[in-house]
């Protein structure tokens, strides 16, 4: 199955109607089965920039408590840095912090893949009572008050704040969010000493060990979906929670159970604590967890370590700069 999915690449499996971004240069380095970030791709700068306004308003959530850029934070990787963000009430969220950079690539959203595209997504968000909890009704009160809002959307859209083009905006900006240049693509591009020797043999580890049959294509992962513990049972120490069972909680099928999106390895060195419930908080420690609930295999700390290294040159730049990285936060800790 596994190679089934790779033979039809990640474009295979892009929402209806997305159109695949790629700009595969002749100069990339053999056949690999990971391909650069592009180094641009076409957004509409006004709605962009109207976009990145919306994103980091916090007008758009119930009593402007929080903005989009509350959970991630675009200074940082994407995310809050917690293993999973409070809600309204203070007490801890079922899922981890998704990062935004690069959401745009994925073939789903969220770690249960349960929307398709971005804007179905931000609608969500903006609407759900333990994120931003707000209605369309007050929202739209808000930005129509703004006079510079109502200028802005009449210049783009025709007419005054809507919902259809609050999340159109938003939308366009976080597919701007992409991070191109980090120094693996530089290599596949044919910068043969972008990487160290150690950094390549981590990836050649990453690949003979099959690390690479889920997280591979443009996002290195984010493409398709796969169950979490196949060798073995990372919910066997603990109790399981409505979070853990999956897809299972969308689908209702058996067969999803504790089935997730794969998700994107891109600035993975950036973006810790891992997993869907944020028990990892080292990268090192999620690449051990991997190697033994999906691969059936126990690593040496050599051959976790030359992996991280190689997934650190999967750092990318926004803004002409690489991103940063900040300490987990304490808040959870690590299950075994």
């Known amino acids: 199955m596994l190679l089934w999915l790779l033979s039809l690449g990640w474009a295979a499996f892009l929402a209806p109607g997305a159109t695949a971004i790629t700009d595969r240069p002749a100069a990339i380095v053999g056949d690999e089965p990971i391909t650069p970030v592009p180094l641009s791709t076409p957004v509409d700068p006004d709605k962009a920039r109207l976009g990145g306004k919306l994103f980091h308003d916090t007008r758009l959530s119930r009593g402007d408590r929080v903005s989009c850029a509350s959970c991630h934070d675009l200074e940082a990787g994407g995310h809050d840095g917690l293993a999973r963000p409070p809600g309204p009430d203070g007490q801890p969220l079922d899922f981890n912090t998704p990062t935004v950079f690069n959401a745009a690539l994925n073939f789903r959203l969220n770690w249960r893949g349960n929307f398709r595209g971005l804007e179905e997504h931000a609608e969500a968000v903006i609407l759900d009572s333990d994120l931003m909890g707000a209605t369309w009704g007050e929202v739209i009160g808000k930005l129509r008050a703004d006079p510079d809002y109502r200028r802005a959307f009449a210049a783009i859209y025709g007419d005054e704040p809507a919902p259809a083009h609050v999340v159109d905006a938003l939308a366009a900006f976080e597919r701007s969010l992409l ?37 591979q294509g443009v996002n290195v992962g984010g493409n398709l979906f796969q169950r979490f513990g196949v060798f073995y049972d990372p919910f066997a120490h603990g109790p399981v929670t409505a979070a853990d069972l999956g897809r299972v909680t969308v689908t209702g099928e058996a067969s999803d159970r504790h089935v997730f999106r794969v998700p994107s390895l891109r600035n993975v060195g950036v973006t810790a ?20 609930s999906q691969l059936g295999r126990t690593l040496t700390r050599q051959e976790i370590g030359l992996i991280a290294k190689f ?26």
């Open 179 to 215: 991070t191109p240049n980090a120094r693996f693509d530089r290599y596949l591009r044919g910068q043969r000493n972008a990487i160290t020797p150690e950094e390549k043999r981590g990836y050649e580890l990453f690949k003979t060990y099959g690390c690479i049959a889920c997280h």
């Open 273 to 292: 604590p891992y997993f869907h419930d944020g028990r990892a908080r080292r990268l090192e420690r999620a690449i051990e967890e991997m190697a033994r």
């Open 311 to 336: 997934l650190h040159t999967l750092t990318g730049e926004y803004r002409g700069r690489p991103l940063s990285d900040r300490p987990p936060s304490d808040q959870g800790g690590e299950r075994p």
